[in-house]
């Protein structure tokens, strides 16, 4: 790569970090600078937002505080009764599944589960699994957004893109990351454990650290579409 000219070198780091960039499931304990963190949300905050608005609010936990917070959250969604007591905040996913996405859905879960080795309708072992998000896969670093209710549909999508920076300066510099909407369900809970005012509401959580390449389930690469078949040309 040394001999080609400058801007298609950087053409080609870019999108090596781009499709570098995946969903990690099992992390190392290795610790992640505050530093590091910051410079990588001071580079996320780069993203586009409408009038310069910058609508994305961050909460970094670690510690003894992600281990209390990852033991409430865990024995919420294992027990029926006090699971039964929680309800999403905002829809993230449609209320009725229709192809290509429910296709795409159900690949990514059927292939995520044989890798592990769980079978059809072995649900405890699929609640098991899916509890895992709520320890962060095991990273050292667990982050939090939060958007002021008062912000309009426009600036859901400049947080989008503020995300998806965090995701990529995150492994630009090594480390990985997995975005988890599944915490928005206790979002009750977690505005307790980190004293989120009422007027934010929670957009996600996500994981960062350190992949742990010795776990298997670590190996599943999900697929992407050619950009031919979703893109239309006209003139």
């Given at each position: 790569m040394?001999?080609?000219?400058?801007?298609?070198?950087?053409?080609?780091?870019?999108?090596?970090?781009?499709?570098?960039?995946?969903?990690?499931?099992?992390?190392l304990p290795t610790p992640v600078p505050k530093e590091t963190i910051l410079e990588i949300l001071d580079v996320a905050a780069r993203a586009p937002s409408g009038t310069n608005t910058q609508p994305w609010q961050t909460i970094v936990v670690t510690g003894e505080k992600k281990e209390a917070l990852s033991k409430e959250l865990i024995e919420t969604a294992l027990d029926p009764v006090r699971d039964a007591e929680h309800t999403q905040e905002y829809s993230y996913y449609p209320d009725k599944w229709v192809p290509p996405?429910?296709?795409?859905?159900?690949?990514?879960?059927?292939?995520?589960?044989?890798?592990?080795?769980?079978?059809?309708?072995?649900?405890?072992?699929m609640e098991q699994q899916f509890a895992r998000n709520y320890t962060f896969f095991d990273a050292p670093v667990g982050l939090f957004f939060t958007i002021d209710r008062i912000m309009g549909q426009g600036s859901w999508l400049d947080y989008g893109m503020f995300l998806q920076n965090v995701m990529i300066a995150a492994r630009a510099r090594g480390l990985d990351t997995c975005p988890q909407a599944a915490f928005c369900k206790y979002h009750r809970i977690i505005a307790r454990h980190l004293e989120i005012p009422g007027q934010q509401m929670l957009v996600c959580g996500m994981a960062l650290g350190y992949e742990d390449p010795?776990?298997?389930?670590?190996?599943?690469?999900?697929?992407r579409d050619p950009a031919s078949t979703f893109?239309?040309?006209v003139g």
């Open positions: 040394s001999d080609l000219d400058p801007k298609v070198k950087i053409s080609c780091i870019v999108d090596e970090t781009i499709r570098g960039r995946r969903s990690v499931r099992a992390f996405y429910i296709d795409r859905r159900r690949k990514v879960g059927y292939d995520l589960d044989g890798i592990l080795g769980i079978a059809k309708g072995e649900r405890e072992r010795d776990k298997i389930e670590n190996t599943l690469r999900t697929e893109t239309k040309f």
